[in-house]
């Protein structure tokens, strides 16, 4: 198993980065976000990466932090879902957003994906919905994660439904009082929220 990789990139484009080690170039498929980030040909770049077997390929995938590539197997693991639509989906969605967007139960922004149905995102939501706590992807998705399982109607929760409202999905909602402190009062929460929310979180 090619669990990483450390070495020069050789070619790049938007969806494969070449990585050279040990004078062997391993092509990777890559979203647009690890695209972006690992530099330029020529440049060192380092990468967690994923081998698929199938009957007639090894298809390495890669991804500039460890959160994006949990959140590929993840994804992956729900039937209908292959690497293909995976990478699509992270290629469009940050990997906190599509856990948010799973954890909400916000079906429709995952839809935002090429290849991604309405019918599949709600497979999705489904199937992992019980599972994101297991990932670890940082203290802010961990303190929405809290709001979301929290047991009675809290001030977080009635400023999630008062976004909802005013037409933010329930993940850009959710995302936006994450960031605050979530024991402030209803109202501060929704203006900070919007606050958020205005410069694109």
């Known amino acids: 198993m090619i669990a990483s990789l450390n070495g020069k990139i050789i070619f790049k484009d938007e969806s494969v980065a070449v990585i050279e080690c040990g004078g062997v170039g391993f092509k990777c498929f890559v979203t647009k976000k690890t695209h972006s980030s690992i530099g330029n040909v020529g440049e060192n770049a380092f990468l967690h990466t994923f081998l698929m077997v199938k009957e007639d390929a090894l298809d390495l995938y890669g991804f500039s932090s460890r959160g994006e590539l949990d959140v590929f197997k993840l ?17 469009e969605i940050d990997y906190e ?15 935002a994906a090429p290849g991604v149905g309405i019918k ?26 809290a709001i979301g399982n929290a047991p009675s109607v809290t001030p977080a929760k009635e400023a999630i439904e008062a976004l909802a409202s005013l037409g933010y999905t329930q993940s850009e909602a959710a995302l936006a009082v994450g960031k605050l402190d979530t024991s402030l009062p209803t109202d501060e929460l929704i203006k900070g929220a919007l606050k958020f929310l205005a410069r694109g979180i």
Not at 75 to 91: H, R, Y
Not at 101 to 111: N, P, Q, R, V, Y
Not at 120 to 145: H, N, P, T
């Open 75 to 91: 994804i992956t693991s729900v039937s209908g879902v292959g690497a293909k639509i995976g990478i699509a989906i992270l290629s």
């Open 120 to 145: 599949l995102a709600q497979r999705m939501v489904l199937e992992l919905k019980d599972k994101v706590g297991s990932i670890a992807a940082g203290d802010e998705f961990e303190a929405v994660s």
């Open 97 to 111: 957003n599509v856990l948010l967007c799973i954890a909400s139960g916000d079906a429709k922004s995952l839809t």
